[in-house]
């Protein structure tokens, strides 16, 4: 049974995207999801959130080029069963402009982890991409089966939200990748004492309704802090606010996508 892909996008940074991509993968591999998160982005954020090395040659910069395979990228994080990574590098960077000329520059990534998706290894792989719609974030929405989307409660994030639907459309309506689908908007950086969190909120789900998942990731320092000491929220508070947030976004994701069975 081949893996379920997930790509976090969003072109605005700074809205818990990498730290949503760690600290979920890292929950639904506590919940026996077998989880594959890959580092997309050159600034390698994920890598050095979970506590690995940015390797020369360990990114799929390689592959992505016809050099070597994906499968060949994957490690195991030390710290969780179940959980398994490929990390980013500096040479990323690069890969846009590699890709640009290539035939297939839409559909590179999606070619690269075909054997992964079919390898039987994985239930759930999950894309964390650069914080712009370029070449990179554009192969994972090309690859994935759902588009997550991590969304900052404040009005501004509404505009970016609109922008990347827009994009979803064009790649689904242009044949890049017809089963594209939105699989959820996740809000973060919530602050319940914050009347403006509550009012983006209740508009997004106007607007959306079932698409909103009802987990949403409160405004906390302990998560900000977790990838300084290279951890998740798991290892580093297991038992605060983002952390409980985070196991119930991965029950939701079970529940919604029927991951691991």
Excluded: W
């Excluded at 719609?133 to 997550?148: E, I, R, T, V």
């Excluded at 998942?213 to 900000?224: A, G, H």
């Amino acid at each position: 049974m081949s893996a379920t892909v997930f790509t976090i996008a969003n072109q605005k940074g700074g809205v818990g995207k990498t730290t949503t991509a760690i600290n979920v993968s890292f929950a639904l591999a506590e919940k026996k999801v077998r989880t594959l998160l890959i580092d997309l982005d050159p600034q390698a954020n994920a890598t050095s959130g979970l506590g690995l090395e940015k390797t020369e040659g360990g990114s799929l910069y390689g592959p992505l080029c016809g050099e070597g395979t994906a499968l060949e990228k994957v490690q195991p994080v030390g710290a969780q069963n179940g959980l398994f990574m490929i990390t980013s590098e500096v040479d990323m960077a690069a890969i846009e402009i590699e890709l640009v000329q290539q035939e297939n520059y839409l559909g590179q990534l999606r070619e690269v982890l075909a054997p992964v998706r079919e390898s039987g290894e994985f239930d759930a792989i999950i894309l964390d991409c650069p914080p712009a719609l370029g070449m990179l974030s554009m192969n994972s929405l090309a690859a994935a089966d759902y588009l997550l989307i991590a969304l900052q409660c404040e009005y501004l994030a509404m505009e970016g939200l609109g922008q990347i639907l827009k994009v979803l459309e064009k790649l689904r309506s242009a044949g890049v990748n017809g089963k594209l689908q939105l699989g959820g908007i996740l809000m973060t950086m919530f602050d319940p004492r914050n009347n403006l969190s509550h009012q983006v909120v209740g508009e997004v789900r106007n607007h959306f309704d079932d698409m909103v998942f009802r987990s949403m990731i409160p405004r906390s320092i302990r998560l900000s802090e977790a990838p300084s000491f290279g951890q998740s929220i798991f290892e580093y508070d297991s038992t605060s606010k983002g952390a409980n947030a985070y196991r119930y976004l991965a029950e939701e994701l079970i529940e919604r996508f029927s991951l691991g069975d």
